[in-house]
């Protein structure tokens, strides 16, 4: 059974930066790696991938601010994210998606 461990989140001033870290009980080389959010009151939303081959895609509102990225040698996926606002305030979920994993999620808040 896959397992997902996230980390990284916490309590940012606006304009500030963080690093998720989410790894992955099992291999990452040959999978498709996701960041998801989910703020309060609303539904889950994608926020970036990163492909098998190395490739990435991010959702309109966060392009140019996050960034996704890979250790495979540590079967870790990260998610930089720098410039953050309050809108950016949710829960952040790391999804195996080839294996229709998900981890707990971790809390990133955005607030004076």
């Known amino acids: 059974q896959v397992q997902l461990v996230e980390s990284g989140g916490g309590l940012v001033q606006p304009g500030g930066s963080l690093q998720l870290s989410c790894v992955n009980s099992?291999?990452?080389?040959?999978?498709?790696m996701a960041w998801y959010r989910q703020a309060p009151g609303k539904q889950r939303e994608f926020v970036a991938v990163?492909?098998?081959?190395?490739?990435?895609n991010y959702a309109d509102s966060v392009k140019g601010r996050f960034t996704i990225s890979r250790d495979t040698a540590k079967n870790t996926v990260y998610l930089r994210m720098n410039a953050l606002k309050p809108d950016d305030t949710a829960v952040y979920y790391c999804?195996?998606?080839?294996?229709?994993?998900w981890g707990q999620g971790t809390q990133v808040t955005v607030s004076s």
């Open positions: 990163i492909r098998s081959g190395g490739s990435t």
């Open positions: 099992r291999s990452i080389f040959d999978i498709y």
């Open positions: 999804s195996d998606l080839s294996n229709n994993a």
